[in-house]
């Protein structure tokens, strides 16, 4: 963040030459200054740039309020944050006014009369982009109180009439003035308070309790909501749908790189998680999204790979604790964990009951077997199959360090496979090396190519 102008009056305001833009045009110069330069103006936002983002983008040149139309997890409401950044980062308003109002452009009558008293001293402060944007998560308690704002009772009592604006305190979207309002989970709302927004949207003023406020709002409204066929709480009214001027519909990220980006990016791993691991997560997740036993009205949400990276990453700290390794690195048997703590978040089709845990390992075995696949196409195995020779046997599990299973490793006479798979996956230490070998052996299991005894916390392959 920089420092706001140094101008503090509207007469050094007006002097430097400052030009007012309603909204709309702020938001519209600066994204066609963003696309012009080549600068993304959509930070953090994996697998939508083709798809989705444009549409947000015509949407926003149009001067349109917005409404984004998708399942859990398809980071709707990241993307909706994300509109502050194609604001002004400091916008002047008249200091002390309750709706940041612009100094060349007052609303409500105490800044007009400020406005003609005070002239060019005007006293002028300055917002910066991120107090601009406000979050409402809509919920079934939520009142137009609220929203648009109610008369208050004190103001009464201090002696003003009941009809006069100053009684009134301002709700959330009056406050919003100049700036966005998003409004989370909107078909949650109940239908009498949608109501409450049609005007605020079409004709940019506010109605509270009889009275009707000819308050020139400049706000613009954006929303998210999951598919009404799926959320059974609410819908959104026709009239306030048909006041949004686009409705767009978010997806999942089509690409497997958007999608480990998105794990990679939003995780707080807190030890060393080899990226094969989370691509495996990734292709989990993608294998939940088409699984035929998985509610996919439901959806699987990017927050489902999100938590699994964070539980691998914990079962290695976890381990390294234990155990006293010097560096927490995760590897494939801590994917087990993962699986043991994520069924929560998915809901399976009715007839399922009782095979929850079958379908989740079996999935996860296959987005396994697709990694080994993709990284170790061409590898020879045939030396380390021949190693184990029925007497040979390979432990590992989630209290076996990496030193530990290096060690058992049977010898290959020099063939240099060790060496391989690590580079393989360009393993730099112990416990990327113990990870790639690892997924090496759950390989050659998938393969049927060596046996596997789980059970006790302990893998033994041979």
Not at 71 to 86: D, I, P, S
Not at 199 to 209: K, L
């Amino acid at each position: 963040m920089s420092d706001h102008p140094d101008i503090s009056t509207v007469g050094e305001l007006r002097a430097a030459g400052h030009v007012h833009k309603d909204l709309r045009q702020e938001l519209r110069d600066n994204l066609l200054a963003a696309l012009a330069a080549g600068r993304d103006p959509w930070p953090g936002i994996h697998g939508l740039d083709e798809t989705v983002l444009p549409q947000l983008e015509r949407a926003l040149l149009a001067g349109h309020d917005v409404v984004l139309l998708g399942e859990r997890g398809q980071g709707k409401t990241r993307l909706l944050r994300t509109l502050a950044g194609l604001l002004d980062e400091w916008s002047p308003v008249i200091e002390g006014s309750e709706l940041n109002e612009h100094p060349f452009e007052p609303v409500t009558g105490r800044s007009w009369a400020r406005v003609r008293e005070e002239g060019d001293a005007l006293p002028v402060a300055w917002r910066h982009r991120s107090e601009r944007y406000v979050e409402k998560l809509a919920t079934p308690d939520t009142s137009v109180a609220d929203l648009i704002g109610d008369v208050d009772p004190m103001r009464v009592a201090e002696g003003r009439r009941l009809g006069d604006p100053e009684t009134i305190h301002y709700g959330l979207v009056p406050r919003a003035n100049r700036g966005i309002v998003a409004i989370n989970e909107l078909p949650d709302l109940a239908e009498r308070i949608q109501v409450s927004l049609l005007n605020v949207m079409e004709e940019r003023d506010i109605q509270i309790r009889g009275y009707v406020l000819r308050l020139p709002l400049d706000v613009l409204v954006v929303a998210s909501a999951n598919p009404e066929d799926y959320t059974n709480r609410g819908r959104i009214i026709t009239p306030l749908k048909d006041r949004f001027g686009a409705e767009i519909r978010t997806h999942y990220p089509l690409e497997l790189d958007d999608e480990v980006a998105v794990i990679r990016q939003e995780g707080k791993l807190v030890a060393d998680v080899p990226p094969v691991i989370l691509e495996i997560l990734a292709r989990y997740t993608r294998a939940l999204r088409q699984s035929p036993a998985i509610n996919q009205s439901s959806g699987v949400s990017a927050r489902f790979g999100i938590a699994g990276a964070e539980t691998v990453a914990a079962a290695a700290l976890r381990r390294a604790a234990v155990r006293g390794e010097a560096t927490a690195v995760a590897r494939i048997v801590d994917l087990e964990s993962a699986v043991d703590v994520l069924s929560g978040k998915l809901e399976f089709e009715s007839g399922e009951e009782g095979r929850e845990q079958e379908i989740l390992n079996h999935l996860l075995r296959t987005a396994t077997a697709e990694a080994v696949r993709e990284h170790y196409r061409g590898l020879d195995f045939s030396p380390l199959v021949a190693a184990f020779d029925g007497r040979t046997t390979v432990t590992t599990g989630d209290a076996v360090t990496a030193a530990e299973f290096l060690e058992n490793l049977p010898a290959l006479d020099g063939s240099g496979l060790y060496d391989a798979i690590g580079s393989h996956l360009k393993a730099g230490n112990d416990g990327q090396r113990a990870a790639a070998i690892e997924l090496a052996l759950e390989g050659l299991f998938l393969a049927r190519r060596i046996s596997k005894e789980s059970g006790g916390g302990e893998t033994v392959y041979g």
